[in-house]
């Protein structure tokens, strides 16, 4: 009902930037939230940063003063501008979307494929 497609993922080394985008599309009525996680190898997907109702954000501690989650509401898109990047932020990240259907669900998440960030040293 949903379709989240991230992009903008790739290899740069420490201390480079990256802007991962992700765009929503399908049943949607309105975007309750929208969010970046990642993975990396052996361990746990974790929460990154969030965006939700009016903009309220929420960020990893591991990542605050570095990454930066903007959204597009009339585009249905997140990104996450990702500066002063080190090698633990090498992951695969993923984009959640929590939207209101046209049909009346009121909390559909849906999650995309995710992009593969790795970071030199």
């Known amino acids: 009902q949903v379709q989240v497609v991230e992009s903008g993922g790739g290899l740069v080394q420490a201390g480079g930037s990256l802007r991962l985008s992700c765009v929503a599309s399908?049943?949607?009525?309105?975007?309750?939230?929208m969010g970046w996680y990642r993975q990396a190898p052996g361990k746990q997907r974790e929460l990154v940063a969030g965006?939700?109702?009016?903009?309220?954000?929420n960020y990893a501690n591991s990542v605050k003063g570095r990454f930066t989650i903007s959204r597009d509401n009339a585009k249905s898109t997140v990104y996450l501008q990702m500066n002063s990047l080190k090698p633990e932020d090498t992951a695969v990240y993923y984009c959640?979307?929590?939207?209101?259907?046209?049909?009346?669900?009121?909390?559909?998440?849906?999650w995309g494929q995710g992009t593969q960030v790795t970071v030199s040293s």
């Open positions: 965006i939700r109702g009016l903009g309220l954000t």
């Open positions: 399908g049943n949607i009525f309105s975007i309750n939230a």
């Open positions: 959640n979307v929590d939207a209101r259907l046209r049909n009346g669900v009121p909390s559909f998440e849906s």
